[in-house]
């Protein structure tokens, strides 16, 4: 029986942060490509807060900003503003951070996801503009480093920070709504998802009647899941053992998949924000109008339906990576419901196994490998096979065979009909025991005559087309 604590709801909101992919910084010329770089390299007096600096706004991180928030079915406003966050942290050198207060560029928007109990609609308060801090790199083991670094490469880095309406209930629907948002943001071309820091996430959690906790430091899909249903836990327990929830923040250990209290949460008049005096507002509404926006997510699921006639199920995986649904159109020409099927559940099972994307493999060796399948030159269970050799070849950066010279290594080759009639026949005519039970009723002798083919095939054929021809031979006699 569920306890008064257990049937309380879990509200939950999210403060998504999104790298946008500028080739410059939000307020400066420096160039935001620091991978392969040394620390504090990518700096200058503006992104290093030095006296006398002054900010100059980033037109493309506007469009960008923009063109996310048409998508994103918000409101824009007339005229938004910069504003100074008041904090002190190593991180950022001036003091504050230039971000968006009480004049975001868009409110009120949506974006739907498939909640627990079907399509479900969730609400985006607000999405607004501000700059990344830097990166501090804490050097030692565990929890108490000796020394903490700071590398300013990352300062200035434009930022899109998207706001939820407390309108998630689970850890599942939080991550299914993360997936979206990440789609949408690749097929809008405004975000790298491979970037460090591309995309981080601070959760507001609480149960029905209690103060809301805020997590930071959740940098993956799987990371936010984890941490929500953890917390949910840690607070259910303490409700449980008659203890109040203390309105905090906390900090996400990925390693360990717990949350630790880092500190009492402020309130937004700690940060004293006050609009930014070297930025003047913006009035970017009239630009709505030149932004085009190129086939989401929604549009192009209808479209494989319709052009290609696949199932919703497959239409759904198929357009949920913007790579993927890319892949599977180049490959869809030889047979639209055969590449659906292989691509949606085959090649994807064996990426997600491997924990590969999908460039993994050039679209011309899959295409290749279709054509083999259509034509019958190969059964599933071969093709399966020649798909996992081509992809333990990539992932050992080695060149991928064809898959007509793996066949011929591998001798994968379908056996012809004739050649398995003979045998199937050889097969019954041998196992007269076993013959006399599956003609008495018991149906599980059909599955020893498959296995006793599949000796004499090597484990080449399809154990499918075996059980028919078996089946042919077994009744007409």
Known sequence: MRTVTEERGVIIGLEVHTQLSTASKLFCGCSTDYREDEPNTHVCPVCLGLPGSL????????EYALKVAKALNCRVAEECEFARKNYFYPDLPKGFQITMYDRPIGTQGYVDIEGEDGEKRIGITRIHLEEDPGRLVHAGEGDRPKYTLVDYNRSGIPLLEIVTDPDLRSPKEARRFLNALRTTLEYLGVFEGDREGALRVDANISIEGQNR??????????GVEKALTFEITRQRGMMRRGLGIERETRHFMEARGITTSSR?????HDYRYFPEP???PLRVRSWLDRIQLPEMPAARRERFMVQYGVSLTHARTLTGELRLAEFYEKVAHVDALLAATWVADTLLGELNYRDQSITALPPERFEALLRMLKSGAITDRGAVEILRRMLDAAARHEPIETPERIMKSLDLGRDNATDLMAMAAEVVSSNASAVSDYRSGKREALNFLVGQMMKRTRGKADPRELRRVLESILTSG
Do not use: F, G, Q, T
Request: no cysteine; charged share 40%.
């Open 55 to 62: 900010p100059v706004i980033n037109r493309r991180a506007v």
């Open 213 to 222: 906790v805020e997590i930071k430091n959740i940098s993956s899909y799987k």
């Open 264 to 268: 009492s949460k402020e309130v937004e």
């Open 278 to 280: 070297d930025l003047r």
